[in-house]
């Protein structure tokens, strides 16, 4: 059965200040994503925080808000069949250094912090997140 879905990826400040953001597209096209929107920004640390709202009882959650507006981000409305899981899948484990061969955070992360993508992690977040960068 068919189960075409839609999550928000970013790729994140790291990321873009090395000019990973082609590749990186060009990651999703390969694995069959569609980009249905994109847009690059830079939100306010007010704003990541309530991006993040989900961790904010977390030790890293300061640096972590700092970080997500420390510079331009691209977010990004995909489309694929299952396409939460999948990028997930593509995304890799949170940790580089435990991303398997072939996985985005493989090829570009630097450290946990520092992991070049975020992807919505359940069809719930997913709408949250997706209204939360294209919400007119
Ligand atoms: N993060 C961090 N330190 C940690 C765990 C997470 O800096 O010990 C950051 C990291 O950038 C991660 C984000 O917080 O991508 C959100 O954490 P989550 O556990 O949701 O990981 P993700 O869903 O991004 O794989
Ligand atoms: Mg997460």
Known sequence: MNNIEKTLSIIKPDAVERNLENEIKEMFKINGFNILKEKKVQIEKSEA????????????????????????I????????NAILANRDLMGATN???AKEGTIRKKYGISIDKNSVHGSDSIENA??????????
Do not use: R, W
């Open 49 to 72: 925080e309530k991006f993040y709202k989900i961790h904010q009882t977390k030790p890293f959650y300061n640096d972590l808000c700092e970080y997500l507006s420390s510079g331009p």
């Open 74 to 81: 691209v977010a990004m409305v995909l489309e694929k069949e």
């Open 127 to 136: 709408k949250i997140e997706i209204d939360f960068f294209f919400k007119d």
């Open 96 to 98: 580089p250094g435990n």
